[in-house]
């Protein structure tokens, strides 16, 4: 497996502002993804993060809102963007490393007050 | 798309005794079925998984089931220990333009008692 890590490892912000979370992987992977775990709740895919162009973003999820990059085959981010209450969340990214197996990183713990 | 529906939501069992999540998914292209553990406050970790080609496997006290039929799949656990306990998720994916995305279950908060 692979060593995954997010920055922040949680933070607590103002609505109204943005937040942007960090994936890093100490080896280059084909396949990135963004999800969300609301409090109590199962994880729901936000976006497969594509290297050298756009995300790919699933029902509900727009990318004004959780803008994504993926410079290079190591690293991702997602932005969350004009964040409110609602937003309040686990953010993780996983990453795809042998076809369809997948690994979690850490987590990004968001509060939105 | 996928809908993957998981049961129980909580399950108690002693200590010594065998555990069983059941899951169901509704797209029959779905062919990867991961399970994950997740403990409070931390990630979750891929414990087991199996593929469509294959009706069971095993690891330890840990088994999985698939029956591509009825589109189900199920996880066993046996002599469950304290250290069990946690949020148990399946999911299912589907090769497709998004790659390998994971669709999971509600989750199976499993307690063993000592």
């Known amino acids: 497996s692979a060593v995954i890590s997010q920055k922040p490892s949680r933070d607590i912000c103002q609505r109204g502002t943005s937040l942007t979370i960090q994936c890093q992987v100490d080896?280059?992977?084909?396949?990135m993804f963004w999800y969300r775990q609301q409090p109590g709740q199962s994880l729901t895919l936000i976006a497969t993060a594509n290297q050298g162009s756009e995300a790919t973003y699933e029902s509900g999820f727009v990318i004004d809102k959780f803008p994504i990059s993926r410079p290079n085959l190591t690293f991702s981010t997602l932005t969350v963007s004009n964040m409110s209450p609602e937003d309040s969340s686990i953010y993780l990214c996983s990453v795809g490393l042998t076809g369809d197996t997948q690994y979690f990183g850490p987590g990004t713990r968001l509060t939105v007050l | 798309g996928e809908n993957v529906e998981q049961h129980p939501s909580t399950l108690s069992v002693q200590e010594g005794d065998s555990a069983v999540i059941k899951c169901t998914y509704s797209d029959s292209a779905s062919n990867y079925f991961p399970w994950y553990k997740q403990e409070l406050g931390k990630r979750p970790q891929l414990i087991i998984d199996?593929?469509?080609?294959?009706g069971e496997k095993k690891d330890q006290r840990i088994a999985v089931t698939l029956n591509k039929t009825a589109k189900h799949f199920s996880l066993h656990i046996t002599e469950t220990q304290p250290e069990d306990s946690a949020v148990y998720f399946c999911?299912?994916?589907?090769?497709?333009?998004?790659?390998?995305?994971?669709?999971f279950g509600k989750g199976t908060s499993l307690l063993v008692t000592p």
């Open positions: 080896s280059q992977v084909t396949m």
């Open positions: 999911a299912a994916s589907t090769d497709s333009n998004s790659g390998y995305a994971l669709n």
């Open positions: 199996i593929r469509s080609n294959v």
